[in-house]
């Protein structure tokens, strides 16, 4: 891990009311990650963060065996795993048309050697930001950022709780306010946005039958359904229904408020997920569903300002790689910024790093969208080529579990996976 200590940076002349290295705008997994991890090098870091409490948003709970490894080398990985995370060894995947295999050992079959870790996000928020605030940062809780002047020397306009207003002066201003984000325009980003394709409606539940054991992720082509199972500590789980939005998905609606629980319930069992699991069931939080469209800004620095997490790229939460990309940019960004006394370029450096590993995630999810998830004429066709192939030599699909954006992604890997490789 690279240590650069921030005492080694040249000194700036600053106009504004308090002397920060950078302020970060959101105080959520991303934002608080990053700023952890340079407190803990000696930063002086501003966290300005909305909410004075979180709240259940419906948001990813999950590392991937490849996130858990960008945890790890932040600094995280025994705090998330103390303060509430829950490690899942196993990985069950079932896709309707193929045969039913044992569950997957995460720790045996990727090469981090690391199993999955679910937790619940608003408690950990609470941890990450408190841990940022313990390293050093200074966290302010309840203010809304109004705006953001980029520049060299980008200045920060906040309104406090009590009604004052201040600003900020900061060598960078780092943008880690969600899919949403206001930096992004502020910092006059470009987004691209693909077309809805899932809506995804997630519940969180306690005594829900689902192994506790495993993560479980049904797939129903034909159907162009999901139903996925997500353990957590405490006896809860997070459960997730996804469908693919053909013509408004026939007429489904969206699913939010508890009375949508059966709805929830019906269209998880038609996914493929055995009855029985919601039997005793007891919804202990909010539904809420959610289009499973990319957004994305490419290279996400310009100006004095950088984009991390959901604002830098807001991938498809059908496939739950949400959290880990987040603690990617964090590390990247972090690493850049301790190896580089030119921020500017360390940050340009960060962006190249970012378009790379996001694009590797969205090629790679939208294969498997297409070929598991889709149900239109021409995903079935596609289907009918690939799958039988893939029984014959399930070396053929993708590692994003455990690999993620190290996974081949380039169009051999794709070739390969459709079946496009054979004559």
Not at 45 to 74: I, K, N, P, S
Not at 75 to 89: K, N
Not at 135 to 161: C, F, K, M, N, Y
Not at 251 to 263: E, Q
Request: proline share 6%; net charge positive; aromatic share 8%.
């Amino acid at each position: 891990m690279l240590t650069r200590p921030f005492a080694q940076v040249p000194a700036w002349r600053w106009r504004g009311s308090v002397r920060h290295d950078l302020a970060v705008v959101g105080g959520g997994i991303a934002g608080a990650s990053l700023a952890y991890a340079l407190a803990r090098a000696g930063a002086k870091v501003l966290v300005l963060e909305r909410e004075t409490a979180f709240r259940d948003r419906v948001r990813g709970e999950q590392l991937h065996c490849w996130g858990v490894a960008e945890a790890r080398l932040l600094g995280l990985h025994e705090l998330l795993r103390a303060q509430g995370g829950h490690e899942v060894r196993l990985w069950s995947s079932r896709v309707g048309g193929l045969p039913s295999g044992s569950p997957r050992d995460l720790v045996d079959t990727t090469p981090h050697r690391l199993p999955a870790l679910n937790f619940h996000h608003p408690e950990m928020q609470e941890v990450v930001l408190q841990a940022a605030e313990a390293a050093g940062a200074e966290v302010r809780r309840g203010v809304v950022v109004q705006g953001v002047t980029p520049g060299q020397r980008p200045l920060i306009r906040v309104r406090t709780p009590g009604g004052a207003n201040e600003e900020f002066d900061t060598r960078l201003v780092v943008g880690a306010d969600g899919r949403n984000s206001a930096c992004r325009g502020w910092g006059g980003f470009q987004v691209h946005r693909e077309p809805d394709r899932m809506i995804v409606a997630g519940a969180l539940m306690h005594g829900y039958g689902a192994p506790t054991d495993r993560i479980t992720s049904i797939m129903d082509p034909a159907g162009g359904r999901l139903s996925f199972s997500a353990p957590l500590s405490r006896g809860r789980c997070r459960s997730y229904f996804a469908w693919f939005d053909v013509a408004g998905s026939h007429g489904r609606r969206r699913l939010a408020g508890p009375r949508s629980l059966a709805d929830f319930a019906a269209g998880s069992i038609a996914a493929g997920a055995p009855s029985e699991w919601f039997a005793s069931a007891e919804l202990i939080g909010p539904i809420a569903s959610f289009p499973g469209a990319d957004n994305w800004v490419p290279n996400p620095y310009r100006d004095g300002m950088a984009l991390i997490g959901d604002a830098a790229a807001s991938s498809d939460p059908s496939f739950g790689a949400g959290l880990s990309l987040a603690l990617g940019d964090a590390r990247s960004l972090r690493d850049r910024l301790l190896a580089n006394e030119d921020w500017e370029v360390a940050a340009r450096e960060y962006a190249a790093e970012h378009d790379g590993r996001y694009g590797a995630v969205r090629r790679i999810t939208g294969w498997i969208r297409t070929l598991f998830l889709d149900p239109r004429p021409e995903a079935v066709a596609l289907r009918a080529r690939a799958l039988p192939r893939i029984v014959a030599d399930p070396s053929r699909r993708v590692d994003y579990v455990g690999l993620g954006p190290l996974a081949p992604s380039d169009d051999a890997a794709r070739r390969r996976l459709f079946g496009e490789d054979e004559g």
